[in-house]
């Protein structure tokens, strides 16, 4: 059975940095798109960064020279080190396992990011 487990999330102030992990388990996914998603209230789930088998990373324009996305694929990981954090990043982020090339996919239950004063 896939599950994936997101952690890393939380409150923090604008100027300031977090670090989400997910950690997949169930099958091997090498050869994955790895991904995070956020989703603010009462707005659509959009990808913020993704990375996929050979190492290609792409990201939102509003993130660009902010977060970097990574994968550690022996330990099924893929992370987002946020930095410069604005209160406009608050939302639920989610990770996201998408098999290239097919319809298969796989999401986290979320982890909720605020940042705020």
């Known amino acids: 059975q896939v599950q994936l487990v997101e952690s890393g999330g939380g409150l923090v102030q604008p100027g300031g940095s977090l670090k989400l992990s997910c950690v997949a388990s169930?099958?091997?996914?090498?050869?994955?798109?790895m991904g995070w998603y956020f989703q603010a209230p009462g707005k659509e789930r959009q990808l913020v960064a993704s990375v996929d088998s050979g190492g290609w990373s792409n990201y939102v324009e509003s993130v660009k020279g902010r977060f970097t996305i990574a994968r550690d694929n022996a330990k099924n990981t893929v992370y987002l080190q946020m930095n410069s954090l604005k209160p406009e990043d608050t939302a639920v982020y989610y990770c996201?396992?998408?098999?290239?090339?097919?319809?298969?996919?796989?999401w986290g239950q979320g982890t909720q990011v605020t940042v705020s004063s």
């Open positions: 996201n396992l998408r098999r290239a090339g097919t319809l298969v996919q796989y």
């Open positions: 169930g099958r091997d996914f090498s050869d994955y798109v």
